[in-house]
């Protein structure tokens, strides 16, 4: 099973700023398998990348993705009061598993 | 748009059977561009995968729950169905449903929360 560790597990920043999250998997992840998803309070999770880098339907483009092998990343280009959420990255190995999320919260 | 709904109780008593079904609407469930999932989230917590089925009735799952899960699938309905076994306290959770393309879950249900307990 792929273990996906996700960091920093709190990020605190303020409106505007940028926002880099880190998604590191215990085995190699082909980039194809490798997803990133938000979720605000009592909401379903929303894709957000897939494919490691593609944004899904209606996504805007201050959200992008990166990273290959065992070491992935979404940025927030400039965040929006929209964006204080938690944000989880997801993979398909032999199993279909998810990171344990970062929140982004105001600071 | 392909829309997915859950349904089923909201409060199991342990050691029994819970069960959730999720309705599809937007599309069919016989496309075969797709497989359907089942993922869970105990509250406070992280997301978990249960299992995915295709419309032939193909199914994966997690081998952590393998042995008391059963997804199958009813396309006269356009549903699919959850069954979990001998359900405990650590079962209890919002359960979703969801579309599954090329193993990503793409489009999610609003989730049905359950509650195991006496």
């Known amino acids: 099973e792929i273990v996906l560790t996700q960091s920093p597990g709190t990020l605190s920043l303020s409106p505007g700023e940028r926002a880099t999250l880190s998604c590191r998997a215990s085995?190699?992840?082909?980039?194809?398998?490798l997803a990133w998803y938000q979720q605000k309070p009592g909401q379903a999770p929303r894709l957000l990348i897939y494919?490691?880098?593609s944004r899904a339907t209606g996504i805007p483009d201050r959200f992008s993705g990166s990273g290959s092998g065992t070491d992935f990343t979404l940025t927030i280009s400039r965040l929006e009061p929209e964006d204080f959420a938690v944000y989880y990255c997801?993979?398909?190995?032999?199993?279909?598993?998810f990171g344990g999320g970062t929140k982004v919260e105001i600071k | 748009q392909l829309q997915l709904q859950e349904s089923g109780p909201g409060l199991v008593k342990p050691s029994e059977t819970l069960s959730l079904t999720c309705t599809v609407s937007?599309?069919?469930?016989?496309?075969?561009?797709?497989?359907w999932g089942w993922i869970r989230q105990p509250p406070g917590k992280g997301l978990e995968w249960i299992g995915s089925?295709?419309?032939?009735?193909?199914?994966y799952y997690n081998p952590s729950l393998k042995s008391r899960v059963t997804i199958s699938v009813d396309t006269s309905k356009n549903q699919f169905s959850l069954k979990l076994s001998s359900v405990t306290a650590a079962d209890t959770a919002v359960y979703y449903c969801?579309?599954?393309?090329?193993?990503?879950?793409?489009?999610w249900g609003q989730g049905t929360l359950v509650t195991v307990s006496s």
């Open positions: 494919g490691a880098s």
């Open positions: 997801q993979q398909y190995g032999s199993l279909l598993t």
């Open positions: 937007g599309g069919s469930i016989s496309s075969s561009s797709y497989y």
């Open positions: 089925i295709y419309y032939s009735g193909s199914t």
């Open positions: 085995q190699s992840v082909s980039s194809s398998y």
């Open positions: 969801a579309v599954v393309v090329t193993a990503i879950p793409v489009v």
